[in-house]
Nanobody, 124 residues
Framework: QVQLVESGGGLVQAGGSLRLSCAAS????????MGWFRQAPGKEREFVAA????????RYADSVKGRFTISRDNAENTVYLQMNSLKPEDTAVYHC?????????????????WGQGTQVTVSS
């Protein structure tokens, strides 16, 4: 059984930064690609960023490109999301997810396991 636990969310002013962490257990972490998604109230879950098993391939949503960075530490079984220049529209619950897919998918249905999420609120 895989467990994913996010942390690092909170309240920040527009222009500020946050670093989210997602600790994984129960699987060989380095064998899986990892992604971050977010869901705002009344909206569908949307892709934010993903990184391949080896870390050599990264993908970002256009809305966060240049502001967010996904990284992973396979030795620590942890994936991170560094979020800079935050905007009010970044406010959402952020979830990490794990996929056994070889490619780095951007659709939620391609991910096998999900964390409970951490709230990020950006005030204007």
């Amino acid at each position: 059984q895989v467990q994913l636990v996010e942390s690092g969310g909170g309240l920040v002013q527009a222009g500020g930064s946050l670093r989210l962490s997602c600790a994984a257990s129960g699987r060989t972490f380095s064998s899986y690609a990892m992604g971050w998604f977010r869901q705002a109230p009344g909206k569908e879950r949307e892709f934010v960023a993903a990184r391949s098993r080896s870390g050599g391939i990264t993908r970002y949503a256009d809305s966060v490109k240049g502001r967010f960075t996904i990284s992973r530490d396979n030795a620590e079984n942890t994936v991170y999301l560094q979020m800079n220049s935050l905007k009010p529209e970044d406010t959402a619950v952020y979830h990490c997810a794990l996929t056994s897919a070889i490619v780095v998918p951007t659709t939620p249905g391609r991910y096998d396991y999900w964390g409970q999420g951490t709230q990020v609120t950006v005030s204007s």
